[in-house]
């Protein structure tokens, strides 16, 4: 990305993340972050890795997750779009500064590193900054807090119909048919078996079944939802929740 238009996102962001702050405040804020650079699916922090700092995306989407203790099966728990934060739990947590998450690019990606140490002190001049922060964070808790809910309790065959809904709101293109969405998702079908919360092997069958049942056609390089008010039948779900769930992607 061009330096001025670089540096464009990386106000954007700051506007995004702190509407409290004024004009000046970010820019003092900004010269405190250094702009770091990745490639697709590159590893930008390991689980359980020291936390130095806190991260916010400027440029790109990249993905954060867990490792199953036994299996150390990778589970992908959201996207992280320009504007969003990765390290703010130990950051604010009293324990060993490690990072609770991994995070890896899912396309080319820029990111603003803040040093912890820099970062405290900024907070602790600028109180509006931290009410910020804090609205975020709880945004995020009532969001994985339905996610989790809703995979504990709802089938496979549901939750797949959910996701799809979400990412086809959120990053699908409209056809000549009115009611059908083309999805170029920028991930694997991996990455997509991860977000769902299951195996390739089941990611394969569900695919297959929603195929079958004349709801989606799957492509070498996207996938497209043939009918969303058909597939909507099978979420069952209210636009209100809908919406939830698009936050977490």
């Given amino acids: 990305m061009p330096k001025i238009k670089l540096k464009q996102a990386v106000a954007d962001c700051l506007v995004k993340g702190f509407p409290g702050l004024t004009q000046k405040e970010r820019e003092q804020l900004q010269q405190l972050g250094l702009i770091l650079h990745f490639g697709p699916d590159e590893l930008v922090a390991q689980e359980g890795s020291f936390c130095s700092g806190v991260y916010l995306v400027c440029q790109g989407l990249v993905a954060i997750g867990k490792y199953a203790p036994t299996t150390h099966d990778r589970r992908v728990l959201r996207f992280l779009a320009p504007g969003e934060w990765y390290g703010l739990e130990p950051f604010f947590l009293e324990r060993e500064p490690v990072n609770i998450q991994f995070i890896r690019t899912i396309v080319e ?13 900024f907070l602790a001049h600028h109180p509006q900054a931290l ?22 309790t709802e ?70 939802i043939i009918s969303k008010e058909r597939l909507k039948e099978v979420a069952r779900t209210s636009e209100f929740y809908l919406t939830i769930l698009e936050e977490t992607l």
């Fill in 131 to 152: 009410w910020d922060l804090c609205r975020w964070l709880s945004r995020e808790v009532a969001m994985l807090e339905f996610k989790l809910t809703r995979e504990a």
């Fill in 155 to 224: 089938s496979s065959d549901r939750n797949f119909a959910l996701l799809l809904l979400a990412l086809a709101n959120k990053y699908g293109q409209a056809t000549q048919d009115k009611d059908a969405v083309r999805l170029d998702l920028p991930f694997t079908r991996q990455t997509l078996a991860e977000l769902l919360g299951v195996s390739l092997e089941t990611l394969m069958r569900l695919l297959r079944r929603f195929r079958e049942r004349g709801l989606i056609r799957t492509h070498r390089s996207y996938l497209e």
């Fill in 109 to 121: 990606s820029s990111l603003l590193f803040f040093q912890t140490t820099q970062f405290r002190s």
